[in-house]
Every structure is written in C-alpha cells, then in structure tokens.
C-alpha cells in the first residue's frame, strides 16, 4: 500500500500533557491545521472525510465518532458503560483528574464497548477513547475489555478493537500493571474458543496496551501514520543517546519489521472489516 | 525495615543484593543453561534453564543484573530485550512438555527501551508471554527478588504464587518517570514512591502477591534453604492441583475489580 510520509504527529502524552483538547473546542473554529500538508482544512470538510485530510493524514477520533463510522446504522449496543474506577491508592490529583476528564469528554472511561453489526456480520466492539487520559489503561478499561471478550466467547462472537492508549494508567499503580494479565488471560481464552480477534491500533498505541491485547489479535492493522510502539520515542532517545531513525514506531516502520499485517485507510476499513468477519465463517469442517 | 517507600526503592536496586543467578546456585542442584530464543540472539539479562528442586526437576528463569561494573554491562543491567521474553517464552513451553514446574525470579528496572528492542517487537513479546503463561498447564511461581519494573518484570510474573522479597518493589512505572510524567519534576520521585504503592506490603493488600519473604540472614545459606522449603511445598501443592488453568484465570480476573466504583 503507498503511503505518504508523515511528519511526527504530535504526541500530546509524550509531551507531558496527560489530555490533548476534547475535540468539542473546534466547533466553533472554521479551520484545523493539518500537521502534515500545514494547511488550513474547514472542518465541515474534516468531518465529512472521517477526520482524514485531503493530504491523507488521519486526525485522531472520538471513540462515539468511530463507531458511527464503523458500525452498521442503530446496530451499536452499549455494554459494560457502568464500569469506571475510582481511586482506589488514593493517588494524589486523580479524583479531580478523573472529574475534569470526564466532563470534558462526555465519555465514563478510556473505553467503549459493546456489540454491533459491521457490514451486516455481527461481533463485539471496542473502541478506545484518546480524549480520556489518552487511553490509559486503569482497572476500569481492563475490567470493561475482559468483560467483552468473556461476552464474546460466551456468545461465540468475533471482537474488533480499536486501541489508542499511552499505556498504563499510572494514578492505578499495581492495579493498572495487573490489567495486562488480566486482558491478555482473556484474549486467551477467546482465542482458544477458535474465535477471531481483530485489532486496528491508532495513534498512539504504546506501553501497557501495545505489550498485551493490542498485540494479541488474529489480525492487526493498523492507520497510516500511527504512532505504535512500546517504550516511549522521548524516553528511548534519553536512554541511548542516539537519533532515532527515520519513522521510528510508526505503523509503516511496525509492518516493515514485522509486526502488524497491514495498513488501512480509514476510508477502507468498514468495507475490510467486513470482509474479514465474513471470511472467518467459513471453516473447512463446518 | 525502612521507613519511607523511596529507601526500599533504593534498596531494591543495590547492586550488592542477591541477584537471580545467586538464587538459582543456591537453592537448585545441577543448574544447566540454556541459550538463545531460537529466533535472533540470546539475552544475558535473562538467564533460565533446568535444575533439580530437592531432587524435583524444575525450569528456572531469572533475570540477572549482575553485581560487578563488567557483569552489569554484559547482562543490560537486568533490562531484556525482546529476545529475552522469547527465551523465557521457549523454556516454559518446554517445561510444559516435560511436565517440570516453573519458577521465576524477577528484577528488572523494566524492559530495555532501545531502537533494537522496539525494531523487534518487545511489546509484542512481553504481550505473548501474558497470554501464553496464562494457560502455562504446569505449577509456576515467580518471586520478586528486587525491583519489579512494569511490564517488563510481568512478562515473567503470570503466575500461580507470586512472591516478593520483603524489600522488593513492584510498580507500574518508575517513581522517576511517575514523578517526570506528573509532576515534571524527577526530584519528586519520593512522593511518587509512596503514592504508587509499590511495596510487598502494598502488593500484598492489593491482593497482587499472595506471600512476602523475610529478608533475615539475606544470601546466607540459612535464607536460600527457607526459600528452597517453601518452593518445594508449594510446588507440592500446586502439582495436584487439577484446575490449575482455572484458578490462574481467577486470580488476575478479579485484580482491580472490587476497586471500581
């Protein structure tokens, strides 16, 4: 697939904010400035395009805005949206944190999940959400994402999920660390049930969600341009005092060395996943 | 015992503390080595390979940081790369096929944060550890022996018995990273310590470890023959256990749970 060369799209964790604006503050600007052309594009534009830019770089999405895209019509179906965490050690400013988050983002926690229907072919849903804590993982997300793959294998469903996530959501200290196990126990078993995972990561997908279930999937794709890795860029330029190289972790440089299968537009992905859910019906012994 | 969490941090990472091959000499017999994850290279920080526990055959991994300047820089510092979680990954499985035990010894400030590691996929590897020791159908026991450094010490942590040494952290994240992230002060890092609640006893209430070792006689004979005691007992217990699997799933499955509102 021909891909534009991105510059490095801004990585608002990495910065050191731990929430980028909610998107809700553009209402009311006619123009976004597209951090790879540099151009001013109208938003209704933006909008009309799934959040990608004539140029083709793909702004990140609010995980409701996603859904709409992805799901078939009404099909979606909310489940698990009572699950949200508290805080629990008590870590200091993270009450108010999550109160702010909350307010700002109209969303509980750093997860949507459900069922739905995408293409006609029926499955579970997850999408994670950038405006909240940049998807980090804390007991909340791990609970909900556990929860729907023991729905999915329960229900003999098929899961698609969506990560964005800075990975481990450190006001949760052990409990957040514990999530991967707990996550990847239950991709697992899913998995064993000869049920199909399929994960599309956007940017950013790093740390704790990148080392459990976003690389746990049957199939993994990913946006163009999307930041994936593990350790952060910043961190890793620190520790080894070398420049990093050209495209470091982004999804391009992740397929070229092996580690997701491929890289799809936005513009193509309800059309692929479709396609995908619709393949995996089919077994040779019924 | 010391007072503030930030002591047991810096206590943890002294270089002079036992390190995993001082663990594994001790307690086994007739350790032999086993190299390379069949894949790209093989990993010093990570040691493993086959012993014998009382007699017991058993796979032992350990991530090793070494003691001296020469040994630390030959062994990463204790900080693996993706190579290392495969070696691990390739001992288990064939533990698994022989029916021997598996036991970990943990310490890891975390996995290596390099161009090379991230090229090979480290948070693919440590993510296939989880979900392949979460169906491991033989006993496994890890035990922190000093710093436990996020997923880079989980990776060898999906376990039955999940032990730490009374001066052993576990964490998310390191409280100088916490305190970077948060608060963009490193020099917090002693407020971060105490608010991630990355102690043996914290661990232990949060229901994240089930057992804390005593530190008394630390890497005299008297301490490795309680360790070795324990680890067979355990063992015993938890090779007759028919739902092992089961009872694995369940105990990370309900970590965090009650804690939401």
Same mark, same amino acid.
């Given at each position: ?286 | *015992? ?55 055959? @058993? ?9 001296? #300047?020469? %040994? ?6 204790? #900080? ?31 996995? $290596?944060?390099?161009?090379?590691? %991230? ?11 989880? *979900? ?31 032990? *730490?040494?009374?001066?052993?952290? $576990? ?8 305190? &970077? ?13 105490? &608010? ?6 914290? #661990?232990?209430?949060?229901? @994240?470890? %089930?057992?804390?070792? &005593? ?47």
């Amino acid at each position: 697939m021909a891909l534009i060369n991105f510059l490095k799209p801004k990585n608002k964790l990495e910065e050191g904010g731990r929430t980028a604006a909610p998107v809700q503050q553009d209402a009311g600007e006619p123009e976004k400035n597209c951090p790879n052309c540099h151009k001013d594009i109208p938003l209704s534009r933006l909008w009309a395009n799934d959040l990608v830019c004539p140029c083709g770089y793909h702004f990140r999405m609010k995980a409701r805005q996603r859904i709409r895209m992805i799901a078939d019509g009404e099909s979606f179906h909310e489940l698990f949206s009572e699950m949200r965490s508290g805080n629990p050690l008590h870590f200091p400013g993270y009450k108010d944190k999550l109160e702010t988050v909350r307010a700002a983002s109209g969303e509980e926690e750093a997860v949507v999940c459900g069922t739905a229907r995408i293409g006609g072919q029926s499955c579970c849903l997850f999408v994670m959400e950038s405006y909240f804590m940049m998807g980090s993982m804390g007991s909340a997300v791990g609970e909900k994402i556990t929860s729907l793959f023991e729905y999915a294998a329960e229900h003999r469903l098929p899961v698609v999920g969506f990560t964005v996530s800075g990975g481990a959501r450190m006001q949760e200290g052990l409990l957040s660390l514990m999530q991967m196990a707990k996550t990847s126990a239950a991709v697992k078993r899913h998995s064993d049930a000869g049920l199909l995972y399929l994960a599309v990561l956007t940017d950013p997908t790093t740390g704790g969600v990148t080392a459990s279930f976003a690389m746990e999937a049957d199939i993994i794709l990913a946006e163009p341009g999307a930041t994936v890795g593990f350790a952060g860029a910043r961190v890793i330029e620190q520790t080894t005092k070398k420049a990093l190289p050209a495209g470091f972790q982004k999804s391009e440089f992740v397929l070229e060395h092996g580690f997701i299968d491929g890289i799809v537009l936005r513009a193509d992905q309800k059309r692929l996943l479709a396609e995908l859910l619709k393949i995996h019906e089919w077994r040779v012994n019924g | *015992m010391s007072g503030v969490p930030y002591d047991r941090v810096k206590l943890a990472r002294e270089s002079s503390r036992p390190t995993g091959l001082d663990y594994i000499r001790n307690i086994f017999k007739g350790f032999f080595e086993f190299h390379g994850d069949r894949c790209y290279a093989d990993d010093p920080a990570i040691v493993g390979g086959i012993a014998r526990l009382n007699g017991m055959p @058993v796979t032992v991994i350990a991530i090793e940081k070494g003691h001296t #300047a020469k %040994e630390r820089t030959y062994r990463n510092f204790g #900080a693996p790369h993706p190579e290392g979680y495969r070696k691990a990954l390739r001992l288990m499985k064939q533990a698994e096929k022989f029916g021997r035990p598996v036991v970990c010894f943990i310490d890891t400030s975390g996995a $290596y944060c390099g161009i090379g590691a %991230e090229e090979r996929g480290q948070g693919q590897a440590i993510a296939e550890n989880l *979900m392949e020791m979460s169906t491991l159908c033989v006993p496994v026991i890890s035990i922190l022996i000093g710093e436990g450094g996020s997923g880079g010490a989980l990776a060898l942590g999906v376990a039955d018995r999940v032990w *730490m040494l009374q001066n052993a952290v $576990y964490s998310v994240i390191s409280p100088e990273g916490c305190a &970077s992230i948060l608060w963009k002060d490193p020099a917090k890092a002693e407020a971060a310590a105490a &608010s991630l609640k990355l102690t043996a006893e914290d #661990a232990k209430s949060l229901g @994240v470890i %089930e057992r804390i070792l &005593s530190e008394k006689d630390l890497g005299q004979k008297e301490f490795y023959d309680r360790i070795r005691v324990l680890l067979s007992e355990e063992l015993r217990v938890l090779s007759g256990d028919p739902d092992l699997i089961g009872k694995r799933y369940d105990r990370f499955r309900r970590i965090g749970t009650k804690e939401l509102l």
